[in-house]
């Protein structure tokens, strides 16, 4: 099929590029006419693994090609995939403006027939919305709306998309069903489900979907706060309670909070218009004020490691991306973290093994982070290392050479390692004389190696 994918941003790219790959004709259109000249020479705009080879690879073989013109695009394409951003406004309401300027510029083109597909995590209505405002510019218009939220994670988006749980499509007629069984033939042979149903529920599997991860998230959040207080270990306690089928093991990891582009602005969206339809979510309230919680928790918990004084202490962040294998550091809640740590005076040093260019760009001049080249830079005399994000190069550590490296503060103080992703055992600490201080679990005293201390700080 001749497949057009409006907007050359996350999801565009990676569907356009997976499409292709799976047989698909692909024009990926976008406005930003350097991002255009960048893609058209194999560059991509983003940090995605497996990615760039797929478009290498798809552009040798003209499966996929980039333009800014969607006029000229239209009469080749036999499916419009919009998959522009729909960011949150300051109320924590969806902006749909970059899709409805979407279809008001396909409106007056759509001459023969062309079904429009909205990737875009939109509201429920928004399908309907989006038709309405074609027929009001161009009533002869000839098209449907058909909706097919994407459920890919960045770091993993190639496998996701390749090897999806499920597929979802919200159609209003049987011709819609033929054409998306087409364009995902692939998919069906491969025993992927695919659920069809309506515009509206369709629309709202996506967010019900975040909604209920980011609630899990932010439960064994609370489970491991818990567990700080009765000596239980989040850990053990996560996976005897992922063991339960009815549960699931996935998404039970205890750490600084959810963050990156789209639970915080999803959870935000559902409660803006679960408020709107008069049906609201004590529980998404709750996840997102207990998530915004959290991150200054994680400061407290800092500083009250420290012995309640960062002043000049020299603190060694491991990650600023809001989760493994991205660059990207949008809501990632190291930023608020690093934010508390310098606010009380401390002195950051911080490694990404992709993030620091935008962490650089987010923080601006300030001479109080600097960012050395490697692992061993950045914790070479720090009287603190954070782990902040679950990189693989930071589960790996050669702990002992960490531990002569660092330096402590004062004669009182210990050295002390912060592992807010729980990537090592408390046991990995013992005889290192350094303060291990992790999620939902003891706390290592050095002065007491061998003895784990519930954490009160
Ligand atoms: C999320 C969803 O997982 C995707 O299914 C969805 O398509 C995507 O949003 C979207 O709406 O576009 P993503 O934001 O890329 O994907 O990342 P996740 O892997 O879901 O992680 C989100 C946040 O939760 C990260 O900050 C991560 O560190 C945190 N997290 C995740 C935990 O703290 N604990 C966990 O057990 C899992």
Redesign the pocket.
Known sequence: MRVMILGSG??GLVSGICFAEFGSKVISVDQDVEKIARLQKGILPIYEPGLPELLIKNLEEKSISFTTDVVSSIDSTDIIFLAVGTPSLADGSVDLSYILKAVQDLAPNLQKYTPIVVKS?VPPGTCRMLKDAILSINSAAKFDIISN?????????VR?FMQPDRIVIGIDNQENRDIMSKIYKPFHIQGTPIVYTSLESSELI?YA??AF??T??TF??EIADICEKIGADVQIVAQAMGLDKRIGS??????????????P??TLAVQSFANRVQAPSQIVNAVISANDNRKQACVARIIAACNGNVLNKEIAILGVA???N?D?IR???ALEIINGLLAAGARIRLFDPAAVANAQAYFGDNNTIRYPKNINECVCNAHVVAIL??WQEFKTLNLNEIASQMSAYDQYSPKIFIDL?NLYDVEDFIDLNIKYVSIGRTTLQPSVAKICVPVNE
Request: glycine content about 10%; charged content about 25%.
């Open positions: 996350y999801v995590t939220p994407e459920f890919l994670r960045e770091g993993v988006a996701d996506k979907s975040n991860l980011a899990k998230i064994i959040n996935q998404f039970l990891q205890a750490g600084p909070g959810f963050g990156g582009s789209c639970f602005k999803d809001f989760k493994a991205t990207d809501e990632s809640p994000t679950e992703r």
